[in-house]
């Protein structure tokens, strides 16, 4: 794992390296909540940008963040374990469950999301859950905050959610979204980058402004029948991501970047 001046220094020297590019700085800076955090996050970018410029192998790991960096010429997408990551419909919850994945506060604005289900959502839905996977955060009726569990145990909590909810106002990717889409559970997210590539503007998911955000997922709650039919959508959408994929396109472009007689297969 290299530091952005590692791995100049290490190109400059001839030594190939690839830079993977997870998000942008600049992305973190259009969203930060503090003008310290977009200052420190240009500072990032500005690091980023040089690196992109001067190593040939940088790889983006989505085309909302290829965006940002002109120079990038090969996109190759994060992937999932879909032998963890699947779907059990006969696991989910008898009242209703949503379940976030992020942080309570920043861009991810798990905290606000929180205040939506317990302002909003239990009065449509009195009986909802809502479980967060984030530090441990304000206490609330009907909330559950999951800190420091497995992979295990967070792929139960995906299959058994009837619906992921993302208010994030930035996504370089977004990996939960993937894995709630291979769990079989509809996934409701604020538009951003991350979040129009992953769900195709919509397509494989519901993209909603603030104002709508409660509103939709109170639907999605009551309407099994839209749920089941997102599920099944969405699970034709994370066969694309899938862990097998991401392994064979960075194995031929490591082969493409080593020609042959300059590796050796331990």
């Known amino acids: 794992i290299l530091a952005h001046g590692d791995s100049l220094l290490l190109q400059l020297k001839g030594v190939p ?26 500072g990032i970018y500005l690091q980023e940008w040089l690196t992109s410029l001067l190593c040939p192998n940088c790889v983006a790991n989505s085309y909302s963040t290829k965006r940002y960096y ?10 999932i374990d879909l032998n963890m990551f699947k779907p059990d419909p006969g696991s989910k919850t008898r009242d209703p469950s949503i379940l976030f994945v992020g942080a309570l506060n920043g861009r991810k604005r798990g905290r606000l999301l929180v205040e939506w289900f317990s302002r909003e959502i239990r009065a449509v839905h009195p009986h909802a859950m809502l479980w967060m996977v984030v530090s441990q955060g304000p206490p609330a009726q009907g909330v559950t905050y999951f800190t420091g569990i497995s992979q295990e145990d967070l792929a139960t909590l995906y299959r058994r959610a009837w619906v992921y909810a993302s208010p994030s106002t930035y996504e370089g990717f977004g ?57 099944d959508n969405g699970l034709r959408r994370a066969q694309f991501y899938s862990l097998d994929n991401m392994v064979h396109s960075y194995e031929t472009f490591l082969l493409d970047l080593c020609p042959r007689g300059t590796y050796s297969n331990t």
């Open 175 to 231: 990996l939960p979204y993937i894995e709630a889409l291979a769990s079989g559970t509809p996934v409701v997210a604020t538009p951003n980058p991350g979040s129009k590539e992953i769900l195709e503007d919509g397509r494989f998911g519901l993209l909603v402004r603030d104002s709508e955000f409660c509103g939709k997922i109170c639907d999605l709650l009551s309407n099994a029948a839209w749920r089941d039919a997102m599920a």
């Open 17 to 42: 390296v690839v830079r993977v590019m997870h998000g942008s700085a600049l992305g973190e800076a259009l969203s930060a909540h503090t003008p310290w955090r977009c200052v420190m996050q240009l």
């Open 70 to 79: 002109s120079f990038i010429r090969r996109v190759i997408p994060l992937g």
